[in-house]
């Protein structure tokens, strides 16, 4: 039987959360982010950086285009979703080390954390029951 101690260390090691990710690239961290979703909803925006590749074909593409020794982080949409949890599996499967972003894109995006589209990189307002709203100060 797992401790708790052990069960919560364990999450730590699969998973990230946005402020973590957000935190551990700004500090220069080499993370292969990759975005399991559809193409609609890639289109609808994304994580800067982050290569999208839908969890159906990480088998076949994953070890084309990731490094072997990569740190990777897996997102899907949204909490409700377990395509992030699909796609680690398959990373998983490969030999990667491989953690599940949760809360997914829509946490990232709630946080205020940078998004790409077809218009380039932008931010939106951060959800208050999310984070703390940025203070803006003059300098």
Known sequence: MIDRQEYFAARLAYETDASDLHAARKAGAD???IDVRSDEAWAQGRIPG???MH???IATRGPQEIPADADVVVYCWSPGCNA???GALEFAKLGYDVREL????EYWVRE???IEDADGVHRRPVDPLTGV???RTRV
């Open 31 to 33: 993370i292969v982010v």
């Open 50 to 52: 982050a290569v999208h």
């Open 55 to 57: 969890y159906g074909e």
């Open 84 to 86: 992030g949890v699909k």
């Open 102 to 105: 949760i809360g997914g894109f």
């Open 112 to 114: 205020g954390y940078p």
């Open 133 to 135: 709203p940025r203070v």
